[in-house]
């Protein structure tokens, strides 16, 4: 299968370009091969989008929103097909492809809705005859960088509050699942999206990204990935004054507090953890456990792992699929290897499932290391796999120091009885979500996703603060006194 660039509206045949191969993690079937794009055909999208973004912010939005509805239905009708090719493409198991399809679907049907709201202010002006509002304006053509873990959830956090606003965008997907953005861009088309609305151009972070971040045309850039290359990201676009977006890395951590349910917590940290193989930004790598439970808690989750199977995502009996690729194999046992070296004790797992039937792909075994120190490197750093990390803390105080003891703030979590506890502990830790008696996944469409400190740069995926990103505010005063006033002088 070759996928071509999506360029108003059309597919559009590069022969002069270089392409690369895609494969599936699972097995390394052969599944597609992807142009690797020059800043040529970035400017070629930008022009496209450049043209189509006035008109396109002319439509009025419930009309705009339309479109979004219609997404979200193609999508639904093909859900089952988007899952399949998702797992191939990326390795998660079938039953997690499915949920962030319709993560994707959720996302269609609630933007569609900010549609018929957009809400801008209207306040008392302090002049007679004198009116004061601000409205939300789109801000023009937008350049989305999405990640290869969740390639339609996330791709959907940003395409689709740009769309409702009235931008038009260029999306450069990661080259490690290509076959989710050409599926969604066969829906735009589907849809009768308007020419140059959506673009999609395939290539690498440091031509088509850049590309995207130096053109002047290109006002906004809203980025998903890895913490350092967000940094050069930020970097680059703070040099020409574009709006940055960044979502980034993580190091969450679920605390268990010496009267939390145990199975509960057993349950969510195995979900958290080993979920997605571990490659998810809100993945729990550190559980932060009191000492009076840690024992048991550390012999329930060696129980529960013991029945994690692995294996190709699309057997629906598996529940930990592959990693992304070599490299992240590689990445993995490096940092398992480190954690042994500064004298955390390895429980279970730890090692890359090279024989039969592993062989074909790119596996590690759900690894759980204990007695991990707060400033340990495994305790500190992104592994960004299906490694846990168990660190032992005396009381609440000591769980929440060790929780923001990190450089992320995405997500974290605490499992406790105690009301008081909790109060304390969602005032207290310092990530962009809290979550009370339940892992450090799940986050919800209608609610902010993103986080503090090297997660992130103060913006919000999803929920109605993604509309940020993608508007300016614009303040209207309307004077019909029939004469000059003058604000803050001629109030009396």
Request: aromatic share 8%; charged share 20%; with cysteine.
């Amino acid at each position: 299968m070759e996928i071509k660039n999506y360029i108003g509206g059309k597919w559009v045949t590069h022969s002069h370009l270089q392409s690369i191969a895609v494969t599936n993690p699972a097995n390394g079937e052969h599944l597609a091969t992807i142009p690797l794009s020059t800043a040529n055909e970035v400017t070629e999208a930008v022009a496209v989008a450049k043209a189509a973004q006035k008109s396109w912010a002319l439509v009025p939005a419930p009309k705009r929103a339309d479109y979004l509805y219609a997404i979200g239905q193609k999508m639904k009708d093909k859900k089952e097909y988007l899952a399949t090719v998702l797992t191939k493409e990326m390795g998660k198991v079938i039953e997690e492809a499915r949920g962030e399809v319709q993560e994707g679907i959720d996302m269609a049907y609630y933007m569609a809705g900010e549609g018929r709201r957009l809400f801008g202010e209207t306040t008392p002006s302090e002049l007679a005859n004198k009116f004061a509002m601000s409205v939300r304006a789109p801000i023009g053509v937008v350049g989305l960088i999405t990640p290869w873990n969740f390639p339609v959830a996330i791709a959907t956090w940003k395409s689709f509050p740009a769309i409702v606003a009235g931008n038009t965008f260029i999306w450069k997907p990661s080259n490690e699942t290509p076959m989710m953005a050409y599926e969604m861009g066969k829906i735009f088309e589907e849809v009768g999206l308007p020419e140059g609305v959506a673009n999609i151009v395939f290539g690498t972070g440091p031509t088509v990204g850049t590309a995207l971040i130096e053109h002047p045309d290109v006002k906004v850039i809203s980025f998903t990935g890895s913490t350092s290359t967000g940094s050069k990201v930020a970097e680059l676009g703070g040099k020409h004054l574009k709006k940055i977006s960044l979502e980034m890395g993580g190091k969450n951590a679920v605390i268990v507090m010496d009267d939390a349910d145990l199975q509960l917590a057993t349950e969510a940290i195995l979900w958290s953890a080993f979920g997605t193989a571990g490659q998810r930004c809100t993945a729990c790598s550190r559980v932060i456990v009191h000492k009076d439970v840690k024992e048991e808690l550390e012999n329930r989750l060696l129980e529960a792992m013991q029945f994690l199977t692995i294996g190709d995502g699309l057997d629906e009996t598996v529940k930990i699929g592959p990693v992304i690729n070599r490299a992240a194999l590689e990445k993995i046992n490096h940092y398992v290897q480190i954690g042994k070296q500064e004298g955390a004790t390895l429980l279970t797992g730890g090692k890359i499932l090279n024989e039969a039937p592993y062989d074909k792909g790119f596996y590690y075994e759900p690894t759980l290391f204990t007695n991990v120190k707060p400033h340990m490197i495994i305790a500190q750093e992104e592994i960004f796999g299906p490694v846990v990390s168990l660190i032992e803390v005396a009381n609440l105080d000591e769980a929440i120091q060790v929780n923001n003891g990190v450089k992320f703030g995405l997500s974290s979590s605490i499992f406790s009885q105690n009301v008081n506890t909790i109060f304390r502990a969602q005032r207290d830790l310092d990530t962009g979500i809290v979550y009370i008696n339940a892992g450090t996944t799940g986050a919800e469409i209608h609610l902010p996703f993103g986080g503090t400190k090297g997660t992130g740069n103060g913006h919000r995926d999803s929920g109605v603060a993604a509309l940020d990103v993608y508007t300016e505010w614009k303040s209207i005063y309307v004077d019909y006194s029939g004469k000059l006033q003058r604000a803050q002088i001629d109030t009396k």
